[in-house]
Nanobody, 127 residues
């Protein structure tokens, strides 16, 4: 059974930074692309960033590119999201997720292609 646990959310002023962490259980962590999604109040869950299983490919939503950085530590089975220059519109619950299919980057921005999800961590950015 795979479990994902996010941490690092909080309250920050616009222009500030936060670093989210996602601790994963399971011996096959290094075989799967990992993603970060977010859901703002009253909105659908949206893709934020993804990182391939081997760390070779990173993907970002246009809204976060240049401000957010995704990384992973396969030895520690963890994935991170460094968020800089935060804006009020970044306010959301952030979820980490693991793709269904190993060694695949296809449809990296589609939540339906991820089979395991964490419980989420709240990020609130004030103006």
């Amino acid at each position: 059974q795979v479990q994902l646990v996010e941490s690092g959310g909080g309250l920050v002023q616009a222009g500030g930074s936060l670093r989210l962490s996602c601790a994963a259980s399971g011996r096959t962590f290094g075989a799967f692309t990992m993603g970060w999604f977010r859901q703002a109040p009253g909105k659908e869950r949206e893709f934020a960033a993804a990182l391939s299983w081997n760390g070779a490919n990173t993907y970002y939503a246009d809204s976060v590119r240049g401000r957010f950085t995704i990384s992973r530590d396969n030895a520690k089975t963890a994935v991170f999201l460094e968020m800089n220059s935060l804006k009020p519109e970044d306010t959301a619950v952030y979820y980490c997720a693991r793709k269904q299919v190993p060694a695949s980057n296809s449809d990296y921005d589609s939540s339906s292609k991820y089979s395991y999800w964490g419980q989420g961590t709240q990020v609130t950015v004030t103006s």
